[in-house]
């Protein structure tokens, strides 16, 4: 019933001794990672077993014996049979558990990071140095440094910077081809990405409203006048959002979107007369005015014999 020797060790309480029917111990000793039986006899039994052998590699840095690996990557679509709400619960345990970076490099080596999150995977390129590709890792590290540092971490996060990317490149191509106003096509694109990437991992409503609410505050940050910065800084999800525009800010390089991380974290810890000052210096609000409805004209009742 066990899938690995590693996790087959038993004590036995009569008499005080470590029993191992399957050689266990040698394999912690030499830092293996092997499944009992034949391998793809035991992936095609349970296709995730293929993604616990990665995530014990990652997570004990032990590398996976050869026979266990080699039907990895021949097997890995069969991960489309495991119900999506599954592997919701295996990619929290992949990604968000202290050793992310580790396990997404092992999961993109034997070919299992398709299946889990296709829509970033048909975007990769072969140099890896795409904004996309480095906010994937840039997250993963950071995921990684606050869970070994006991910070508390929110899968919403997690997802709304894996797919900002394919969302940015959808939102897009929605304006461009129909025509749509950009925040009109922006939410629709942030329906289509979710649906899409729901196929996959069935990510509970709960937490694609906080993807939302993180996503759609992208596009208020740059709108500071008046008292807007002051109504998004009340907003539950406003760190979040903010953390996300510094994140893209590294990524991309981008001066302006640089300034505008810079000034959003120093009007966060600045005195009340200091922020007044700040957003003093922003200038009228750069928002169009609405143009005023004309009424129609009425007609001048005709006269008789006009």
Known sequence: RRDFPINSLYYGVADFTLRDYVGGLNDLKQGVIRLIGDPETRYREDPVRMLRAVRFAAKLDMRISEETAEPIPRLASLLHEIPPARLFEESLKLLQAGYGFQTYLKLCE?????????????????????????????VLKNTDHRLQNDMRVNPAFLFAAMLWYPLLEHAQKLAQESGLAYYDAFALAMNDVLDEQCRSLAIPKRITTLVRDIWQLQLRLSRRQGKRAHKLMEHPKFRAAYDLLALRAEVEDNQEMLRLAEWWGEFQDATPARQKAMLSTLGDDPAPRRARQRRPRRRAPRKEGA
């Open 110 to 138: 034997y070919q299992l990071f398709q299946p889990l999150f296709p829509l970033i995977a048909r975007n990769f390129t072969p140099n890896h140095d795409t904004p996309m590709e480095r906010i994937l890792v840039q």
